[in-house]
């Protein structure tokens, strides 16, 4: 080592220290893995979470776990997440589910950087139900429905922007129905079969047992595209409402401290998953979910579309964003 220059000495040091940053992503993760999903047992994103966590857990050797931590309009999951300052505990969520936050609440207990995208990995379809007995046929007939008997009908939604859209498009449209919320989504299905509720929006998986049973019907879905397993249900824009319109972005969240290297492994991890696993896809789609793969940067992009959406319509509702 005496007949190395110091420029030689320093560079073997460096060495190391160069590798560290892809050498602690190849590791990761060191310990069981924790999914907390903003929504309960029996959502889609709760499906979808539990699939992929099964793949994942076989991938890469340690325990991957959901907590589901409904409520609070998400702001439960995200609050636990957020606190938890762990990268092995990581958030699955819509971005519907905080998209919206900034309109609908003061003092809110995280920051919008305290969610670090990491991948997107599905689209749910989202539909607009009734109960199968109520005298309707298409979704404008609800809206005449709600026209002629302001006040008489109820509804219910998914937290966060798609409650938002709906409640704005409420307003917009000048009609008056009353809002029913819920902790867990499926005791809404539940109650929209017995005509508790009588307008339903939400992931198309939550109410799929009601809709083969036959106790409800779907009129609409929110998406740009009709869903693959109901393709005479029309979309809500082919439907005459395209404010309506939004799709169910679900995707990974890590803290803002994991690096991007890290980050970028899980992504790609999810994606080879997600692309070469013919039966994880063919459930997805069962439970009316598509497979929609894309990296940190790409699911970043795809988030501040929907903002910009959201931004939008409030904007045209006069509602200003809260601190």
Do not use: C
């Not at 636990?80 to 505990?89: G, K, P, R």
């Not at 046929?137 to 709906?166: E, I, M, R, Y």
């Amino acid at each position: 080592m005496r007949r190395l220059s110091f420029a030689a000495t320093l560079a073997l040091l460096l060495v190391p220290l160069a590798a560290s940053s892809p050498a602690s992503a190849q590791a990761w993760p060191t310990r069981p893995v924790k999914f907390i999903v903003t929504l309960g047992p029996g959502s889609g994103t709760d499906i979808g979470g539990r699939l992929l966590a099964d793949r994942l857990t076989k991938k890469w050797g340690q325990p991957v776990v959901i907590e589901n931590r409904p409520g609070g309009d998400a702001i439960v999951a995200i609050n636990a997440f957020v606190s938890a300052h762990d990268d092995h505990i990581l958030l699955l969520s819509p971005t519907s589910s905080f998209i919206a936050h900034p309109w609908m609440h003061d003092n809110r207990p995280y920051k919008e950087s305290d969610l670090a995208p990491i991948s997107r990995v599905s689209i749910t379809l989202i539909g607009i139900s009734v109960p199968h007995d109520m005298p309707v046929k298409t979704f404008g007939d609800v809206v005449a429905l709600a026209k002629s008997k302001p006040g008489t009908l109820n509804w219910a939604g998914v937290t966060g922007a798609l409650d938002f859209t709906f409640e704005g498009w409420l307003k917009a449209s000048g009609l008056d129905m009353k809002k029913v919320p819920y902790r867990n989504p499926v005791e809404a299905a539940n109650d929209l079969a017995t005509n508790r509720v009588q307008v339903y929006e939400s992931a198309v998986a939550i109410a799929q047992p009601q809709l083969q049973a036959g106790k409800i019907k779907m009129l609409a879905v929110v998406n740009t595209k009709r869903a693959p397993g109901y393709p005479d249900v029309p979309t809500i824009a082919e439907a005459g409402q395209p404010g309506l319109t939004i799709d169910g972005l679900v995707g990974l969240f890590g803290p803002p401290t994991m690096p991007m290297a890290t980050r970028l492994k899980i992504a790609a991890d999810i994606k080879e998953v997600l692309d070469t696993d013919a039966i994880i896809k063919d459930r997805f789609n069962a439970t009316a979910q598509l497979v929609a793969p894309g990296g940190p940067e790409e699911f970043q992009k795809s988030i501040e579309a929907q903002r910009a959406l959201i931004q939008k319509n409030a904007k045209d509702l006069g509602i200003a964003e809260r601190k």
